[in-house]
């Protein structure tokens, strides 16, 4: 005998407009089915609230890998996609002067990855894919929080190659390596270096850090979504501030809204504890520098070492 539940459906955006079929799908099973209409930023951000308060069975979350373990019943439904391998050629000369390559890419066209491999290396090149360490969880999956799969194989190779749709990912695995990083693009059929980023936003980075020199008010930014919650690493800097002598508050959300961080004017500047990305894509956003953890220890190390010169 079948047992029927109340299910919870999550989808990504992208994807929002097959959730009426998938709904109707297992409601035909005899299940009871609802449908989250929140945004979700991935597998970091599931609705697990939601299914407590409607008191689901199970969550069921499209789209994505799982990120990390959670205290419900969740499901996890993949979305691949076979893209044109077609493109691959385009991008034999721009890495003719490469032997060493490493193939990064995310989990809609981790089925593809054999075959981009495979095309690689009849024509001459040695392949390396890396391993994540973090919360992806196949070889050379990349995501925009982990980079691992690449950044560990950075010391190995010549080049990379990013083999997916967008530039969210590999900007992330790009600012941790150090290698030419080749984007091949399969939906919009564009292949690109795009190494020009790296002095962009080191650059943007240093603006932050010495725009928060004078900081005295820092708030440090805290997300309650499942995949991002850090009261720890909050807490320890929120110490590291307080000990300069200067003023901290762990300010809280589930989803950063920026025009309600915006009218907390009495902060001079803002550290991240949520999605690392936070930090680097939306820092236009506030009025203020938004720094990440990395960048605020920078900040605290300028002062410090002001305040030793003025002792002198």
Known sequence: MLMHMRILLQFPEGLKQRALEHAKRLEAEGNEVLIS????FGACDLAIDEAKNVKADKLVHFGHAEFHKVDFNVEYVEYYTDADL??????????????????VTTIQQIRQLDAVRDFYERNG??????????FAKRSGQILGCDIGSAASIDRDVDAFVYFG?????????????TKPFLVVEPYTMKVEFIDR???IYKRRSRGKILGSVDARNFGILVSTKNGQFNMGLAKIIKDKIEGQGMSAAILVSNSIDFDSVNNMMEFDAFVNTACPRIAIDDIDRLRKPLLSANELMEVLRIKREQKTMMLR
């Open 37 to 40: 209409a929140s945004p979700t």
């Open 86 to 103: 077609g493109i691959l050629n385009d991008s034999l000369k721009p890495l003719e002067n490469y032997k060493r390559i490493g193939i």
């Open 125 to 134: 090149k040695t392949v390396i894919i890396g391993r994540p360490y973090g």
């Open 165 to 177: 749709g967008g530039l969210f990912h590999p900007l992330g695995a790009l600012l941790s390596t």
């Open 197 to 199: 980023y790296r002095d």
